[in-house]
Structure formats: structure tokens, C-alpha cells
């Protein structure tokens, strides 16, 4: 069965250095998200991508974020200044029809 | 909007038990509901969907799910504990329409359940 894979699984990264977090969705998936769960909390919506655009972002997901899909085949979201509040597990998720379908996550930890 | 209210942060049970998980959900339009279940440093693992067809929904490893509408609830049920079954549980809510935010998620606090020998 096919599935979403994530690049790195575990990411360590100094306060203010920029980070690509790297997804390659279902291929014949339309729609990616990026969810993020803090330690302890629920998994929470970032931001979903269809047509080659954003269609839909949350509060959280401000200036320091942006996310591309440069080959068709990559889904890459990257933070660009990270902050200690950053330090999440970072969900890609794709879906062409219900259900959605998750990676593993990537572990960014901001130090 | 969506939201998801799972009642009990915390259910604790013996093996051979049963297991209910309480979800509830309010949703503008018609919904699909989900259970994800995530076991310690992995990711989210879809247990089973309601997708506007049967009500009783059939999971994998022995879960079931009700959608109850009149009461917007999705409960999940399992009638006899395992062991392997301790893991954290996720209620999510999608809109069932088509557009942009097609497939976008909207999930509970979620539920640890700890399952005694």
C-alpha cells in the first residue's frame, strides 16, 4: 500500500537557523497538508496545498513558514528563522479522497 | 467550522475489558469523522472512517465506531481490551463537501489509553 514518507525523521537545529522539512506524498494524491503536534498536545493543522497553491493556512502558520512543491513529486515545508516554540513533530499528510494519509513525522528540535 | 471534543484526557482499563472513547464533534456542514491511533514516537495510524455510509463502522484490531447524529457523537468501542492496544487516540473531523479544504482535519485532545494486565 502506498504511503507518505518524511525526510529527515529527526532534525536538531540551533534558534534562527532555517530548516526544510521534506514530504513526498501518495503519488496521485491532489491535496497536502502540513500538521504540527507539540509535546503533549493534539496534532494541529498548519497549512493545505492543492493546485499549487496555498488553499488554506492556520494562524500558526505566519511569515516565518512557507511551503513548495518544486518537482511534483516533493512537498517541502520550510521554516525559515526557527524559534524554540518551533520544536514539534511536523506531519505531512496527502489525500485524494477521504481518508487523509500521514507520514511518519520529522522531530525538529530548536535548541 | 469544525471542532472535536473528546471527553477524558486519560481511560484506564483492564485487559479483556471494554474500551469506549467518547468523541464528540460539531461541524457546519455534513461530516467525515475518523479515529487515528498513535503508539509512542510514531505517527497517526487511521483505525477506521464514517464517510456518510453505514453508521457502525468497522476498524482494524477489533475497534468499532458509532456515528450517533442526533447526538454528534462518535464513540469508539472496543469489547475487549489488549495489551497492545495503550497507545494515544485521535478523534478528527472533516468537512465531507469538496473545495480547497477538502481532507483538511481537524482533531481532538485525544485520549491515552492504558490498558492494566
Known amino acids: 500500500e502506498p504511503e507518505v514518507t518524511q525526510t529527515p525523521s529527526h532534525q536538531v537545529t540551533q534558534m534562527g537557523q532555517e530548516v526544510i522539512l521534506r514530504c513526498v506524498p501518495i503519488?496521485?494524491?491532489?491535496?497536502f497538508y502540513w500538521y504540527r503536534q507539540i509535546l503533549g498536545q493534539k496534532v494541529e493543522f498548519l497549512v493545505s496545498f492543492y493546485n499549487n497553491e496555498i488553499s488554506e493556512k492556520s494562524e500558526i502558520f505566519d511569515d516565518q513558514f512557507s511551503v513548495e512543491r518544486p518537482d511534483g513529486s516533493n512537498f517541502t515545508l520550510k521554516i525559515r528563522s526557527t524559534k524554540l516554540e518551533d520544536s514539534a513533530m511536523y506531519f505531512c499528510?496527502?489525500?485524494?479522497?477521504?481518508?487523509?494519509?500521514f507520514g511518519p513525522g520529522t522531530r525538529l528540535t530548536v535548541l | 467550522a469544525q471542532s472535536v471534543t473528546q471527553l477524558g484526557s486519560h481511560v484506564s482499563v483492564s485487559e479483556g475489558a471494554l474500551v469506549l472513547l467518547r468523541c464528540n464533534y460539531s461541524s457546519s456542514v455534513p461530516p467525515y469523522l475518523f479515529w487515528y491511533v498513535q503508539y509512542p514516537n510514531q505517527g497517526l495510524q487511521l483505525l477506521l472512517k464514517y464517510t456518510s455510509a453505514a453508521t457502525l463502522v468497522k476498524g482494524i484490531n477489533g475497534f468499532e465506531a458509532e456515528f450517533k447524529k442526533s447526538e454528534t457523537s462518535f464513540h469508539l468501542t472496543k469489547p475487549s481490551a489488549h495489551m497492545s492496544d495503550a497507545a494515544e487516540y485521535f478523534c478528527a473531523v472533516s468537512a465531507n463537501a469538496g473545495g480547497t479544504s477538502y481532507g483538511k482535519l481537524t482533531f481532538g485532545q485525544g485520549t491515552i489509553l492504558t490498558v492494566h494486565p
Open positions: 499528510a496527502s489525500s485524494l479522497d477521504s481518508p487523509t494519509s
Open positions: 503519488s496521485n494524491h491532489l491535496y
